[in-house]
C-alpha cells in the first residue's frame, strides 16, 4: 500500500470508529421503536376488538329487549302451599285416584314406552286430564321473557292450583266450606298488599284453572254446594282466568286446551307425527269413544250409540264395559287413527278431552254443541268451523231426525281430505310441549295462551307494548 493510502486511512480511522459506535447504538434504538409500534398496533386492535364484542354484546342485549318488549311476565314466588304443597297431599285431591303419579314428571305423568305401532317413538305419557295447572307452571318457568323486576312486568301469572286445591273438597271429605275456602281466601290476602297488585288492581294479573269454571262458581256458603268459588271473588273480575272450559259470557274467561298425551320435546316428534296421521289408513267413517249416559237429562248418548251400532261403517268403544280399556292413549289414538270423524258429544259439561285426543290423531271432530268448542277455544280454532269440523244439532239426533252417517257420507274425499289436512296443521298449537326442554322452534297451546293473555292485558289497560 503506497503511503499516501496509508494516510487517508489513518486519517479516517477515528471517523470510522464513530461511525460503528453510532451504528450498535442505533440499531437497538431500531429494534426498540419496532417493537413500541407493534405494540401500539396490539393496542389499538385489542380496544377496537373490545368495543367490537362491547358493541355485538349490546347488540344482542338491544335484539333481547326488542323481542321481549311487550312480552314480559312476572311469576309470583308464592309459598309452597299454594302449589308444591297441594302435590305432596297428592294422594288427598281425589278420593278414588291415587294423583301422584300423575303429578309427576312436572305434571306429564308417568312416561309411557310400550307403544306398538300406534304411537310414534319419544314424548308420549300418560296424562290426567285435570294436572294443566302443574304443566302451565313448568312449561312457564322456560318462557324466554321472564323478568325479576315487577316493574317491568307486562303481566303477572299467578301460580295456585286452584283446581287441584278445590279438589281435595269436592266430593265430601274435608267439605266445611271454611276449609275448602281457605287457601283461596288467604291468596287474595296475600295478593292485595302487594304493590303489583294495586298498581293496576290485578288487570294485568292472569290465572289458570285446570278444571271446567262450573267447579269455580259456588254462588253462595249456605249448605253444601259443589265446589270453589274463585270466579265469584270481585277481585277475579278484574283478572283474566285461563281454564279448560270457560264461561262463555264470562268476559275475563278463556278456554285452553285440555292437556293431551303427547308432549314432544323437539321439533322432530312434532314432524314425525304429524307425517304418521297424515299417512294412517282409516277404515271407519265415524268412531265414537264414551259411556251411555241414560239419568243425565239432555244427553244424546244413548242415540250416539244406537246409530253407531245400527252402522256398519262406525266403530265403536264402549268405556262402561269391562276390559275396554279406554284410559289407555293407545287404545283411544288406535280407534281416532282408523276413523275419519270422530263424534264428540258433551259429557258432565259441554267440553270434552276426548276432542283434542282426536284432533291429535288426525281425526276429524263432529260436534252437536257450539259450546264444545266454537264458543270456547277461540284463540286456538279457525273461526270458520267447517275448515275443521263437522257440526250436527244436538237437539235434531235426539228428536231421531237426522242420521249421522247420512250427514258423514255426503263429504267428498277431497273434502275430507282438505278437513284432516287442516286438523294435522293445528296439532302443534293443541298439545303442551314437555317442560323439560326449551322447544323455540314449535309454538305450542302455553305460547298461544301467553300471546292471547298479553294481547288482553294490553287491551284493558292501555299499555303502550305490544305483543
Given amino acids: 500500500m503506497m503511503e499516501k493510502e496509508k494516510s487517508i486511512l489513518k486519517t479516517l480511522a477515528p471517523y470510522n470508529s464513530r461511525q460503528n459506535s453510532r451504528q450498535m447504538h442505533v440499531i437497538p434504538l431500531l429494534i426498540s421503536s419496532i417493537l413500541s409500534s407493534l405494540f401500539l398496533l396490539f393496542l389499538s386492535y385489542s380496544s377496537s376488538s373490545s368495543s367490537s364484542s362491547s358493541l355485538i ?41 291415587d294423583m301422584c303419579p300423575y303429578v309427576a314428571n312436572r305434571g306429564l305423568g308417568p312416561h309411557l314406552n310400550k307403544t306398538g305401532s300406534v304411537l310414534t317413538g319419544n314424548g308420549w305419557h300418560i296424562t290426567n286430564q285435570w294436572v294443566l295447572e302443574v304443566i302451565f307452571h313448568n312449561r312457564i ?69 285446570g278444571r271446567a269454571t262450573w267447579d269455580l262458581r259456588r254462588i253462595d256458603d249456605i249448605g253444601n254446594q259443589w265446589g270453589g268459588k274463585l270466579l265469584m271473588l270481585p277481585e277475579v273480575k278484574n283478572m283474566t282466568v285461563l281454564l279448560i272450559e270457560s264461561n262463555a259470557w264470562a268476559r275475563n274467561e278463556f278456554a285452553i286446551p285440555y292437556p ?115 264458543t270456547q277455544y277461540k284463540w286456538y280454532l279457525p273461526n270458520n268451523y267447517s275448515e275443521y269440523s263437522v257440526y250436527i244439532r244436538d237437539d235434531e239426533v235426539r228428536e231421531g231426525r237426522v242420521s249421522i252417517e247420512e250427514v258423514l257420507l255426503k ?18 298449537t293443541l298439545i303442551y310441549k314437555d317442560p323439560s326442554y326449551k322447544l323455540e322452534s314449535v309454538r305450542d297451546a302455553f305460547d298461544v295462551a301467553v300471546d292471547g293473555v298479553l294481547r288482553r292485558v294490553k287491551s284493558i289497560t292501555g299499555n303502550e307494548n305490544s305483543v
Wanted: glycine share 6%.
Fill in 141 to 209: 318457568r322456560q318462557y324466554e321473557c321472564l323478568t325479576a323486576n315487577s316493574s317491568q312486568a307486562d303481566a303477572f301469572f299467578v301460580p295456585y292450583y286452584v283446581g287441584l286445591d278445590t279438589g281435595r273438597h269436592m266430593w265430601g271429605h274435608n267439605t266445611s266450606l271454611w276449609e275448602r275456602d281457605a287457601l283461596l281466601l288467604e291468596l287474595f290476602q296475600f295478593l292485595k298488599l302487594r304493590p303489583e297488585w294495586s298498581a293496576k288492581g290485578g288487570r294485568d294479573h292472569f290465572i289458570l284453572s
Fill in 57 to 97: 354484546l349490546s347488540h344482542s342485549a338491544v335484539a333481547h329487549a326488542d323481542f321481549c318488549s311487550g312480552r314480559y311476565l312476572y311469576v309470583y314466588d308464592l309459598p309452597d302451599k299454594f302449589n308444591a304443597g297441594i302435590l305432596r297431599d297428592c294422594q288427598a285431591i281425589f278420593p278414588w285416584v
Fill in 411 to 428: 263429504y267428498s274425499e277431497e273434502e275430507i281430505g282438505n278437513m284432516k289436512e287442516k286438523v294435522v296443521s293445528m296439532i302443534p
Fill in 260 to 374: 293431551t298425551n303427547f308432549h314432544p320435546s323437539n321439533e322432530s316428534q312434532v314432524v314425525t307425527w304429524q307425517t304418521k296421521v297424515r299417512s294412517t289408513n282409516r277404515p271407519w267413517l265415524f268412531s265414537f269413544a264414551g259411556a251411555r249416559r241414560p239419568g243425565q237429562e239432555g244427553s244424546i248418548r244413548d242415540q250416539l250409540f244406537d246409530q253407531c251400532l245400527k252402522s256398519t261403517r262406525c266403530k265403536l268403544l264402549d268405556c262402561a264395559s269391562a276390559g275396554s280399556n279406554c284410559d289407555s292413549p293407545v287404545t283411544t289414538m288406535s280407534l281416532f287413527q282408523s276413523s275419519s270423524f270422530c263424534l264428540q258429544p258433551p259429557g258432565d259439561t259441554p267440553t270434552r278431552r276426548s276432542a283434542f285426543d282426536s284432533m291429535l290423531a288426525g281425526c276429524i271432530p263432529v260436534f252437536f254443541t257450539p259450546h264444545s268448542a266454537y
